[in-house]
């Protein structure tokens, strides 16, 4: 067919340009030569959404670099978007304070943006969102991204990235994965910049339109928690204990059996535990998902699990895991967490094993704000897993510091009670009125059940400090459910002289 043959072929189409460009018009460079550069390219003005990723963690240096750039070009109204903020973005403070930045979101914010927060300091409420709704607010439009900043530990000229190696290799990318498909421009920032093809892609070129070369992108050590252990203390090793049991009793371990628990020591004595029962029963399961750590690794190279799905690595294990078996696999946060007819993954958990700040005698969990009503958390993919699983547990013991973590009534709401199944502590393990069938299942087994309003009593003897949670005044910061709903509000927290 010739080319006077075409509109009569496309007609109905509307207006077709025939243009066959040269190679040269069609793969352009996109290196540039710094972040000052990238401000250029991509046209920033005030009031732009700039988004962030934590794979870094608390080694991440490229949020503090992009707004120390946007500062110095005097741009103002910025809302910082990041899917979670740590101590070491302290200079995000003095930013909020001088006007550059006069929006936060995040899925988790601890260290001193989140005491800054917590009195008042950002003109507009935060928005706290659970790791799986900041995904789906970011598909729906809801929170619209300027530019997108990637963090890549490696990278080539035409903006391909891998997480899997480079000084700073940090294993799955899954946060940033969301923000790409909807920004408007997405920038990689590198500090191994090698030539194309950069191994093991985890964001290909398609997705990026800028590469900037930078000395570090972070630190390491900040990076990569060290090899996460199973806790040694006596009563976490006996809540651990009854996790298990719990599980067991469940008839949910089984051969297919899925898995979350945390990276904390509770939660890995707990997977420990479950390692000894699935081992002696021959009992092989599907799959552990989440943030990974070397145990799950471990599991899985034990023949425990038929395969890891990974959104973050914990620990550098899980990152040489991820680089070299093919049965670790990285999965976005919407396929992790995002609520939809599309599925997540947390719909397909048989066990969840979360950690609490507060629980309440509703089962509603606490994991945002501290004792004193100070911000240091948020959801992450606490209530996205608690909605998900067949069976969520909260570990906790019964005090922390002098203060009851069993209460009356949580100072915030992040994970809604209707959500949680069993609460494990020390003095025993309650069950939500609603699973009749596990008060049936775990009295059975011989478990310690008590009544939560019983815990909630013990707790408060032994309690030797009050929690404060202020009522009144300026909203700092709203916590969001995985649809979009308001879980709770934050009020203002006085300043300290």
């Given at each position: 067919?010739?080319?006077?043959?075409?509109?009569?072929?496309?007609?109905?189409?509307?207006?077709?340009?025939?243009?066959?460009?040269?190679?040269?018009?069609?793969?352009?460079?996109?290196?540039?030569?710094?972040?000052?550069?990238?401000?250029?390219?991509?046209?920033?003005?005030?009031?732009?959404?700039?988004?962030?990723?934590?794979?870094?963690?608390?080694?991440?240096?490229?949020?503090?670099?992009v707004?120390a750039?946007a500062?110095?070009?005097?741009?103002?109204?910025?809302?910082?978007?990041?899917?979670?903020?740590?101590p070491?973005?302290?200079?995000?403070?003095?930013?909020?304070?001088?006007?550059?930045?006069?929006?936060?979101?995040?899925?988790?914010?601890s260290?001193?943006?989140?005491?800054?927060?917590s009195v008042?300091?950002?003109?507009r409420?935060?928005?706290?969102?659970?790791?799986?709704?900041?995904?789906?607010?970011?598909?729906?439009?809801?929170?619209?991204?300027?530019?997108?900043?990637?963090?890549?530990?490696?990278?080539?000229?035409?903006?391909?990235?891998?997480?899997?190696?480079?000084?700073?290799?940090?294993?799955a990318?899954?946060?940033?994965?969301?923000?790409?498909?909807?920004?408007?421009?997405?920038?990689?920032?590198?500090?191994?910049?090698?030539?194309?093809?950069v191994?093991?892609?985890?964001?290909?070129?398609?997705?990026?339109?800028?590469?900037?070369?930078?000395?570090?992108?972070?630190?390491?050590?900040?990076?990569?928690?060290?090899?996460?252990?199973?806790?040694?203390?006596?009563?976490?090793l006996?809540?651990?204990?009854?996790?298990?049991?719990v599980i067991?009793?469940?008839?949910?371990?089984?051969?297919?059996?899925?898995?979350?628990?945390?990276?904390?020591?509770?939660?890995?004595?707990?997977?420990?535990?479950?390692?000894?029962?699935?081992?002696?029963?021959?009992?092989?399961?599907?799959?552990?998902?989440?943030?990974?750590?070397?145990?799950?690794?471990?599991?899985?190279?034990?023949?425990?699990?038929?395969?890891?799905?990974?959104?973050?690595?914990?620990?550098l294990?899980?990152?040489?895991?991820?680089?070299?078996?093919?049965?670790?696999?990285?999965?976005?946060?919407?396929?992790?967490?995002?609520?939809?007819?599309?599925?997540?993954?947390?719909?397909?958990?048989?066990?969840?094993?979360?950690?609490?700040?507060?629980?309440?005698?509703?089962?509603?969990?606490?994991?945002?704000?501290?004792?004193?009503?100070?911000?240091?958390?948020?959801?992450?993919?606490?209530?996205?897993?608690?909605?998900?699983?067949?069976?969520?547990?909260?570990?906790?013991?019964?005090?922390?510091?002098?203060?009851?973590?069993?209460?009356?009534?949580?100072?915030?709401?992040?994970?809604?009670?209707?959500?949680?199944?069993?609460?494990?502590?020390?003095?025993?393990?309650?069950?939500?009125?609603?699973?009749?069938?596990?008060?049936?299942?775990?009295?059975?087994?011989?478990?310690?059940?008590?009544?939560?309003?019983?815990?909630?009593?013990?707790?408060?003897?032994?309690?030797?400090?009050?929690?404060?949670?202020?009522?009144?005044?300026?909203?700092?910061?709203?916590?969001?459910?995985?649809?979009?709903?308001?879980?709770?509000?934050?009020?203002?927290?006085?300043?300290?002289?």
């Amino acid at each position: 067919m010739n080319r006077e043959n075409f509109p009569a072929v496309l007609e109905g189409y509307g207006t077709i340009r025939l243009y066959r460009a040269s190679m040269s018009e069609r793969v352009g460079s996109k290196l540039l030569a710094d972040l000052e550069a990238a401000f250029d390219a991509c046209d920033r003005r005030d009031g732009a959404t700039l988004s962030f990723h934590h794979h870094v963690r608390n080694g991440d240096a490229v949020l503090n670099m992009v707004l120390a750039v946007a500062e110095r070009r005097g741009l103002k109204d910025l809302h910082v978007a990041a899917s979670s903020i740590f101590p070491v973005h302290e200079p995000l403070v003095g930013h909020i304070e001088r006007g550059t930045v006069t929006g936060v979101s995040a899925g988790f914010i601890s260290g001193p943006v989140a005491e800054a927060i917590s009195v008042g300091a950002l003109p507009r409420p935060a928005i706290l969102r659970t790791h799986g709704g900041r995904a789906r607010a970011i598909a729906a439009g809801e929170l619209p991204i300027d530019v997108a900043f990637v963090a890549a530990p490696a990278a080539d000229p035409l903006g391909n990235i891998s997480g899997s190696i480079g000084p700073r290799a940090c294993g799955a990318l899954g946060y940033p994965k969301a923000d790409i498909v909807k920004a408007r421009l997405v920038v990689a920032v590198t500090d191994t910049l090698v030539p194309f093809p950069v191994p093991q892609i985890e964001i290909d070129q398609q997705s990026v339109d800028w590469v900037v070369p930078v000395k570090s992108i972070g630190d390491a050590a900040g990076i990569l928690s060290g090899i996460t252990r199973p806790t040694t203390e006596p009563i976490g090793l006996e809540i651990a204990r009854r996790t298990a049991a719990v599980i067991e009793a469940s008839r949910l371990l089984i051969p297919g059996f899925s898995l979350q628990n945390g990276a904390g020591g509770i939660s890995i004595a707990t997977a420990d535990e479950l390692a000894r029962y699935m081992t002696n029963a021959g009992i092989k399961g599907s799959f552990a998902a989440g943030g990974i750590t070397g145990f799950h690794v471990k599991m899985l190279e034990a023949e425990l699990f038929e395969a890891l799905l990974d959104v973050q690595c914990f620990d550098l294990a899980a990152v040489q895991s991820y680089a070299s078996n093919p049965r670790h696999l990285g999965m976005s946060a919407s396929v992790y967490a995002c609520p939809g007819p599309r599925g997540a993954v947390v719909d397909l958990l048989d066990t969840v094993v979360l950690g609490a700040t507060e629980i309440d005698l509703d089962f509603n969990v606490n994991v945002t704000t501290r004792s004193d009503g100070m911000i240091n958390g948020g959801s992450g993919g606490h209530a996205d897993t608690a909605a998900g699983a067949k069976l969520t547990i909260i570990t906790t013991r019964l005090t922390a510091a002098g203060f009851a973590k069993v209460v009356d009534r949580v100072g915030t709401v992040t994970t809604p009670g209707e959500t949680v199944d069993v609460l494990v502590t020390e003095a025993g393990i309650a069950v939500n009125p609603r699973r009749g069938d596990l008060v049936e299942r775990l009295g059975h087994a011989g478990l310690p059940l008590r009544n939560i309003a019983d815990l909630q009593r013990d707790a408060a003897a032994v309690a030797t400090r009050a929690a404060i949670h202020p009522a009144d005044g300026r909203i700092v910061a709203v916590s969001e459910y995985r649809d979009g709903s308001v879980t709770d509000v934050i009020k203002e927290v006085p300043r300290r002289d």
